[in-house]
């Protein structure tokens, strides 16, 4: 799934769940609810390490763990997710994340809608520690072995991209209401 998606998910679910903690491990489950529903993220289905991934055989994924293509769709995903929270920000239930002030008194007023974000981006984090620091702690490869393994696989791309469409629609909704 798109962190688009995964990010929306998570602000609904600090939204609606007023303890952090409890928001965090909900945005944890939430992205792999998601990641585990048909959808399409270009090579990166693909491309998720094993624990023993890092070889010379897959130089092109070494480093960065994303060839051209799946970089390029990860700008765009940022891309989208920048545009949300500028949607957000006009419509009021942000403040201006350029406003660095206003952005802290939202943080500490609003802990749970942070802790859920941070929550559903979090094995995604994993991920990206592990492959910019080849960090192998054992929880660790553990939730990224499970993360790979969940990953619904072969989704048609015009389906992976309705579902992803959908859902990005139905969380602006709940997020706003």
Request: aromatic share 14%; net charge negative.
């Amino acid at each position: 799934m798109l962190d688009t998606v995964h990010v929306l998910a998570g602000l609904v679910i600090g939204k609606y769940v007023q303890n952090p903690l409890a928001a965090f491990l909900g945005g944890v489950m939430s992205h792999y609810i998601l990641d585990w529903l048909p959808h399409w993220d270009g090579e990166q289905n693909e491309q998720l390490p094993d624990a023993k991934y890092h070889t010379d055989e897959h130089e092109h994924i070494k480093h960065t763990g994303l060839t051209q293509k799946g970089k390029q769709l990860l700008y765009y995903d940022m891309a989208a997710t920048i545009l949300i929270f500028l949607f957000f920000t006009a419509m009021g239930a942000v403040p201006k994340f350029w406003d660095i002030p206003a952005v802290l008194v939202f943080a500490q007023t609003h802990m749970s809608i942070v802790a859920g974000f941070f929550g559903a981006l979090f094995p995604d984090m994993l991920l990206l520690l592990h492959l910019l620091f080849n960090w192998e702690k054992p929880k660790q490869l553990f939730m990224l072995d499970f993360h790979k393994n969940i990953q619904t696989r072969h989704t048609k791309k015009i389906w992976g991209l309705v579902t992803q469409g959908a859902l990005t629609a139905i969380f602006i909704y709940i997020f706003l209401i």
